[in-house]
């Protein structure tokens, strides 16, 4: 089986993980978000790929769900005491090698999915793992700053990692996007495919900026197999981070059903929520998507094992009908 999953930081990364034991033997393609990349200390950071490929290659931080395992410091600490900021991103010295080397391939005119592919070898993630776009795309999020009152657009990962997303956000911009076109394999994937999903991650920043890709939303939606997704929101709030905040600035409310509606019949086939949010069920199939009720906390690898399982359940069933 081939499946292709659209995927984001630590919700997606955990829910790989989850796929793979649920299905050993697949082929498993993940198109990675590139719009939370950013630019610090003259290196290319792309988080959401290194997460999906640490967590899978067995070097994350099991504890925060980011960074490398047994992490230390003193690079960040050194460059601090130089005045060299920001020091509200935390770069570890082993995370920094990654961003060292990639900066170092891009510099010398390798695409980013070539480099992708090349830190893959050496971590082994067991999935072919493809960035979004070669092109450079960055979420921008517009906030009021309460201090000042001024009114100004500011880089994603400002506002998720320094500010916590503590102001609403008033609109929320993937910068490059319309500009930009698939990495290699991308679309090939896509077409390939006999089952797409969307796993817990943010609709927004996370698979909405995938989808923002031209020509991205427009193969899921003619690929002609199963597209199935599973609800980041559990009980009207996000099971991890802050989805609420950037769901509000689209004009989404923070629901499981709502976030269906959102993704809409003409993309999604199938959709997974909660055990708690089974009231919304009989709302998301009059949308055109059909819908089911499962456990979705992925509070250990077996849990979400058994969510793409479910996942899985609900592509055999669609194709079916």
Known sequence: MRIVVLAGGIGGARFLRGLQQASRDADITVIGNTGDDIHLFGLKVCPDLDTVMYTLGGGINEEQGWGRTDETFHLKEELAAYGVGPEWFGLGDRDFATHIVRTQML????????????????????????????????????????????????????????????????????????????????????????????????????????????????????????????????GDAPVRGMADKVLAAVGVESTAAAVAEHYGSGLLDGWLVDTVDASTVERVEAAGIRCRAVPLMMSDLDAAARMAREALTLAEEVRGA
């Open 107 to 234: 510099s010398a005119g390798f695409p980013l999915s070539a480099v992708t592919e090349a830190l893959c070898d050496r971590w082994k993630p067991g999935v072919r793992l493809i960035p979004m776009s070669d092109d450079r795309v960055e979420t921008h999020v517009a906030v009021t700053l309460p201090d000042s009152g001024e009114r100004k657009v500011i880089h994603f990962q400002e506002y998720w990692v320094r500010l916590r997303a503590s102001v609403p956000a008033e609109a929320v911009v993937p910068v490059g996007a319309e500009q930009s076109k698939p990495a290699p394999g991308v679309l090939e994937a896509i077409a390939e495919a006999d089952v797409i999903l969307f796993p817990p991650s943010n609709p927004v920043v996370s698979i909405g900026t995938i989808l923002a890709v031209p020509g991205i939303r427009e193969a899921i939606a003619d690929a002609g197999v199963p597209v199935v997704g599973l609800s980041p929101i559990v």
